[in-house]
């Protein structure tokens, strides 16, 4: 008995200091910090640009319809190996917009995130991300019972679940599935709007070409209107394309030309609910980045875009207030850095 618990014993010891040896791995930081400016961060229409710009109280006090941003973002990313000597890699990610000129905008973002090597090119990850409040706007609202109107603040909360799965297909090809789960929580009184969504993703990466890196994204979704106070369905499905282009040149320069199209239909046949029976919606985004090589942990990366939303329906102020385009640009600077972890 007394040699058994010694085997026990110096097994325990073996497999603890076998284990604490492998978290030992470098963790990775990185900081940034990114002056901006955005030209219409609200979404606002034509109409309401016009509106807010007659009426000071039309958005509740906002005196801007466009503003200079600050963004401040810190990530860490540790590699341990845990499993058969491959890497599990951990990764967490701090946002933060401020609006100088529209104060009520700005939120904070947050995601951990795990991505498990299985060895020959295939890799499987999960990770969560969340908003805990954003501010859409004020919207004007007709109490039930009175009848009287008043402007209300309408904030949401986000987050979403994903779990995914990688692997190569040819070189350094890549295909990556992805299956997600987005909830997505309006504070009272907009509660009705309340959506639980499911997503699926196929991301195919291209980097065997030279100078080119290509990537594209295809998303299908369906949003089912979590509401138990009122008759109407604000449900719908949806389809996301995100074309991405990286060129690169003499010296490892290289700039990203990044392409969006989204395309929502609602679900909705109640004509007494104009603002979503009928309605369907397109939207294209442009992202521009310059990618400077650069010697050292500095990176400077600025950079530029441009999103418009084209909204068709059966009532034609629906399609009026509901289409909006928006411009940006900024510069992004950021640091790297390791805390070395071999001692």
Excluded at 59 to 87: D, M, W
Excluded at 125 to 133: A, F, K, R, T, V
Excluded at 252 to 270: N, T, V
Excluded at 298 to 311: K, Q
Aim: proline share 4%; glycine share 6%.
């Amino acid at each position: 008995m007394r040699k058994f618990l010694i085997i026990l014993a110096l097994s325990t010891q073996l497999f603890s200091q076998s284990f604490s040896q492998r978290l030992v791995a470098p963790v990775f930081y990185e900081i940034g910090v990114q002056p901006n400016y955005q030209s219409n961060p609200l979404n606002l229409s034509d109409i309401e640009i016009l509106k807010a710009s007659q009426n000071s109280e039309y958005l509740n006090g906002i005196e801007y319809s466009s503003s200079n941003v600050l963004s401040l973002s810190g990530r860490l990313t540790y590699s341990p190996k845990l499993f058969a000597g491959r890497k599990t890699r951990f990764a967490a990610l701090v946002n933060y917009h401020r609006y100088h000129d529209i104060q009520e905008r700005s939120y904070q973002t947050y995601s951990i995130g795990l991505k498990q090597s299985l060895g020959k090119y295939r890799y499987f990850s999960i990770g969560y991300w969340i908003l805990p409040e954003y501010y859409l706007r004020n919207y004007l609202m007709r109490d039930p019972q009175t009848q009287l109107s008043a402007r209300e603040v309408c904030n949401f909360g986000t987050d979403r679940f994903y779990l995914g799965f990688e692997h190569r297909i040819y070189k350094k090809n890549t295909l990556e599935y992805r299956l997600t789960v987005r909830n997505e929580i309006y504070q009272a009184p907009f509660s009705h709007y309340d959506m639980n969504m499911l997503e699926g993703d196929l991301k195919l990466r291209i980097t065997q070409l030279n100078a080119l890196t290509l990537g594209t994204e295809f998303q299908l979704g369906a949003s089912d209107n979590n509401n138990s106070y009122d008759d109407k369905d604000r449900s719908y499905k949806y389809l996301n394309i995100r074309p991405t282009l990286t060129v690169r040149f003499p010296g490892k320069h290289r700039i990203r030309l990044a392409g969006r199209y989204d395309q929502r239909a609602y679900q909705s046949e109640q004509h007494e609910d104009p603002l979503h029976a009928g309605r369907y919606q397109d939207e294209y985004r442009l992202d521009l980045t310059i990618l400077p090589s650069l010697s050292g942990p500095i990176s400077i990366e600025p950079y530029a875009g441009y999103r418009e939303r084209n909204v068709d329906s059966d009532d034609p102020g629906v399609r009026d207030l509901k289409s909006f385009s928006r411009y940006w640009f900024g510069i992004r600077f950021g640091f790297k850095s390791i805390i070395d972890m071999y001692f």
